[in-house]
Nanobody, 117 residues
Framework: QLQASGGGLVQTGGSLRLPCVAS????????VTWFRQVPGKEREAVIC????????YSADSVNGRFTASRDDARNTVYLQMDNLKVEDTAIYYC????????????WGQGTLVTVSS
């Protein structure tokens, strides 16, 4: 019920926006986190957005470069990535859970972002 897309190849310093589109659920009632993973490495939480108030929290590695936002009319959460670096290359996933639980209810299938120097 979550679909992440928008990945691709971009040069260092470029930007991408990844949408996470929900179906069959109302995404505005969920806490949404964007994760990324490089093969052979642990999955990293990049940024999350609260269900109420849409406050966001980002990892130090992307702070000031990545933002998350909601479009409730489109049932979508966006990850805006600016000033991309080679080390941002990864598969990006979105996931949704209820605010007061720790386990994620839904995961998107992942979209590959490749940043070239």
């Amino acid at each position: 019920q979550l679909q992440a897309s928008g990945g691709g190849l971009v040069q260092t310093g470029g930007s991408l926006r990844l949408p996470c589109v929900a179906s069959e659920i109302s995404l505005k009632t969920y806490y949404v986190t964007w994760f990324r993973q490089v093969p052979g490495k642990e999955r990293e939480a990049v940024i999350c957005i609260e269900s109420v108030g849409s406050r966001t929290y980002s990892a130090d590695s992307v702070n000031g470069r990545f933002t998350a936002s909601r479009d409730d009319a489109r049932n979508t959460v966006y990850l805006q990535m600016d000033n991309l670096k080679v080390e941002d290359t990864a598969i990006y996933y979105c996931a949704a859970r209820f605010e007061l639980q720790t386990e994620y209810n839904y995961w998107g299938q992942g979209t590959l972002v490749t940043v070239s120097s």
